[in-house]
């Protein structure tokens, strides 16, 4: 087939979709929506459906609104539905920033081991992705980081905080340096934030709005992994440039309605966010107990090891982990595997599942 030359021999994105009595691997929030909001969701799709034959709102207004408030009240930072532009994921949200400041010729700069779909992205608009190491620790090598920033001149710069696989958050003041190094624009992924105490990135768009723009999901922390909504915050000329890449009518009548929905019973849904942090807790605690090594996280999963030093040492682990039922993440990172904080019982059959593992390789 003529597939374009820079993407054959890849592989596509996605975590195993496998039945297990455990599933650990995709970052979900495990619990389920209130019934509530699933009636609420209900009378609401049954009030919007009499409208299918029409085309939906094409700017996602009154949803761009309710997205300003729900921001505005969460990060104490006033914005409008002009700074919220609201796509299916944030991943199409990227998508758009791409098409719109990427391209052939122009380059994209993160920090790995990070979100694995930046790279994806990248190539599937044609820019060229530049990774900078992170450090022996996971966080960014500040040093390597703007000596990288100089060296590539990169037209866009990802920062993931929370960081996605290994959890960790990168300072305000760590993103404000290279916002002011960046030749570019700077796409802060804030997907994870709600599980994090640490600062929003947005309390930086006042004062860098022509190269700040936060990123933001309602797949995590809103039990809305299903319901596809992910959203920018940035200043109104960001909104104006991804409206000339955007699909027409890229969002339809039953996603907005859903998202809003969702939105009304958001206090509601993110009492969770603090269940899980408790058990994020208990989880790094078990885990250090039995001897491995956990990086900080301020997210809803955790990262540790180790388990030897090559990948296929710790696809070996994964698949004991597997073998018990257990299914967690194998990000490609040598040593290190990533799981999700899920329901009280389901960590602690992951906690009992990395003891025996833990034992098995002693006695290897």
Known sequence: MPLREELRGKSAYGAPQLEVPVALNTNENPYAPSQQLIDALVEEVARVSKGLNRYPERDALALREDLAAYVSRQTGVHVTRDNVWAANGSNEVL????????????????????????????????????????????????????????????????????????????????????LKAAPGIVIVDEAYAEFSPSASATTLLEKYPEKLVVSRTMSKAFDFAGGRLGYFVAAPAFIEAVMLVRLPYHL?????????????????????????????????????????????????????GPFGSTTEKTHEAWQAFLDRGVLIRDVGVAGHLRTTIGLPHENDAFLKAAKEVRNAEELA
Do not use: C, W
């Not at 959890?167 to 760590?174: M, P, R």
């Open 95 to 178: 998508q758009q920033l791409l098409q719109a400041f990427g391209g052939p010729g122009r380059s994209a700069m993160g920090f790995v081991p990070s979100y694995s779909m930046h790279p994806i992205l990248s190539a599937g608009t044609q820019t060229e992705f530049i990774p900078i190491p992170r450090g022996e620790d996971f966080r960014i090598d500040m040093a390597a980081a703007l000596a990288g920033v100089e060296k590539h001149a990169p037209d866009v710069i990802f920062i993931t905080t929370p960081n996605n696989p290994t959890g960790d958050v990168t300072s305000l003041d760590d993103i404000e340096r290279l």
């Open 252 to 304: 339809s009548v039953l996603s907005q309605a859903a998202a809003r929905v969702a939105l009304r019973f958001a206090d509601e849904t993110l009492a969770s966010v603090d269940k899980l942090a408790e058990e994020r807790k208990r989880v790094q605690a078990g885990l250090e107990a039995m001897g491995y090594d956990v990086v900080p996280s301020e997210s809803n999963f955790v990262f540790f």
